[in-house]
């Protein structure tokens, strides 16, 4: 079930530099891969069109029928329906960028149809939700239609770094659960006031011309997916034991182009930043520190800085994980980040 979404982007930067073929009068032509900048705006009209002419079963949401199973449910507006809100009144977007164009900006459309008492996950983190994938077409009839290719029914855990990056952009909109699972007597984990959502993924935040081996999913389609969000925990993928979302060093919350040490491996995924032999995890200090009820919170050290923190609600103990960036040689460059100290 993962594989298609699985994260091609440096895929896609090779067929972007290579070509996409296509079998001609017995012998291959190469047909190199639309100008990606030129392919956003049309990514966008076809999803907008769809946005116009679709809404989703936002009466289901408003009062749910005793056994709504709360799946977003999307349909043509026509006929007994032609009087529903278009998807486009009720859905939110924002600007994203490409991955591999620089300068290519897409507007992402998503839709919360319920919102989670949960959090936000940060865009490095790992979500447990269900989904539907879906890609959306107009290659061949000419109006839009849609087709499933994915789903998991039963909840499943996704590295957001490792899905398509519309995906990702999409689930960060979510909110999770404020609570822990509640486990049934045949082992099955459910969950209440979670988030539920879509989002409508342009082609360039999606496959592009590498969609997963063997899927039917044809290039430059746009994506829907639908999804639970249920959980999240904070991403550290690298387990050089800074969380991933601080190793995004420009801020720009994309964790694939930050390298320090220019060696391939962007930072969350470097268990050696600075690339001078030592790990990271041996530059920096992590502290834990155990809170009683009522018990003041430590006072951190000047390079100190809280990442996570938990509470048990069985010993009503909170737990502050910190780290500290340690900077032997004081030259303001930390220890992990400096190839010299
Ligand atoms: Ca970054
Ligand atoms: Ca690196
Ligand atoms: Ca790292
Ligand atoms: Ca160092």
Not at 8 to 31: A, P
Not at 117 to 131: I, M
């Amino acid at each position: 079930m993962k594989k298609p979404l699985v994260n091609i982007s440096l895929l896609s930067l090779l067929l972007l530099i290579l070509v996409s073929c296509k079998k001609e009068d017995d012998k291959f032509t190469f047909v190199p891969a639309r100008d990606r900048g030129e392919e956003a705006p049309v990514s966008t009209a076809i999803i907008e069109e769809y946005l116009d002419t679709h809404f989703y079963n936002y009466e289901e949401f408003l009062n749910p029928p005793a056994d709504f199973d709360f799946k977003i449910k999307f349909d043509t507006i026509a006929g007994d329906n032609i009087g529903k809100i278009p998807l486009m009144q009720q859905v939110s977007f924002k600007m994203v960028p490409d991955r591999i164009a620089e300068g290519v900006t897409y507007k992402l459309y998503y839709l919360n149809a319920l919102e989670g008492g949960g959090e936000h996950p940060k865009f490095p983190d790992v979500a447990t939700l269900t989904y539907e994938g879906t890609y959306l077409n107009t290659e061949f009839s000419g109006s839009a239609y849609t087709q499933r290719f994915d789903s998991a029914v039963t909840p499943i855990s996704f590295d957001l770094t490792n899905v398509v990056n519309g995906f990702q952009d999409g689930v960060i909109e979510a909110k999770t659960s404020p609570f822990p699972p509640i486990e049934g007597s045949d082992g099955s984990l459910s969950f209440i006031d979670y988030g539920v959502a879509a989002v409508f993924i342009p082609s360039g935040l999606g496959y592009y011309v590498s969609p997963p081996n063997g899927s039917a999913i044809p290039f430059y389609a746009q994506l829907i997916f639908t999804f639970q969000l249920y959980s999240s925990r904070q991403g550290d993928q690298d387990n050089d034991g800074i969380p991933s979302v601080f190793e995004d060093l420009n801020n720009n919350k994309l964790e694939e182009d930050d390298d320090t040490d220019n060696n391939g491996l962007p930072n969350f995924f470097d268990a050696d930043d600075d690339g001078d032999g030592r790990p990271t995890s041996e530059e920096i200090i992590s502290r834990e520190y155990v809170l009683e009820v009522g018990e003041a919170e430590p006072t951190l050290l000047p390079d100190e800085f809280e990442i996570r923190r938990t509470y048990d609600e069985d010993t009503m103990q909170t737990t502050i994980f910190t780290v500290e960036y340690t900077d032997e040689d004081n030259d303001g460059i930390p220890d992990f980040l400096d190839e010299d100290s």
